[in-house]
């Protein structure tokens, strides 16, 4: 059974940090990308930054560039996204999905091409 277990949302005051995390399993990990996707109160889902399982390229946002940081673990099967200087434009649902790709990422996928997906954890930046 394929799985993605996003957790590591929760309230946090503008400025601080917060660490998500996106547990994979049923699937060659290897061969696939991972994306992170937002979706706030109100607004469609939007892709926030993904990374290659297979070479560690990654992509960003140009509203997360140079505050959030996305890594694997490919021992453990899961993605980390560390978010720092949280704004509260930042508030919503994210989400973790995987596409099947080994090529170098150099975007982020359309929403529709992504094979699986997590169920969301909130994250939630108070002024």
């Known amino acids: 059974e394929v799985q993605l277990q996003a957790s590591g949302g929760g309230l946090v005051q503008a400025g601080g940090s917060l660490r998500l995390s996106c547990a994979a399993s049923?699937?060659?990990?290897?061969?696939?990308?991972i994306g992170w996707f937002r979706q706030a109160p109100g607004k469609e889902r939007e892709g926030v930054s993904c990374?290659?399982?297979?070479?560690?390229?990654?992509y960003y946002a140009d509203s997360v560039k140079g505050r959030f940081t996305i890594s694997s673990d490919n021992a453990k099967n899961t993605v980390y996204l560390q978010m720092n200087s949280l704004k509260p434009e930042d508030t919503a649902v994210y989400y973790c999905?995987?596409?099947?790709?080994?090529?170098?990422?150099?975007?982020?996928?359309?929403?529709?091409?992504?094979?699986?997906w997590g169920q969301g954890t909130l994250v939630t930046v108070s002024s």
């Open positions: 999905a995987a596409v099947h790709t080994i090529v170098v990422v150099t975007t982020l996928w359309q929403q529709y091409e992504y094979d699986y």
């Open positions: 049923g699937f060659t990990f290897d061969d696939y990308a």
């Open positions: 990374i290659s399982s297979s070479d560690g390229s990654t």
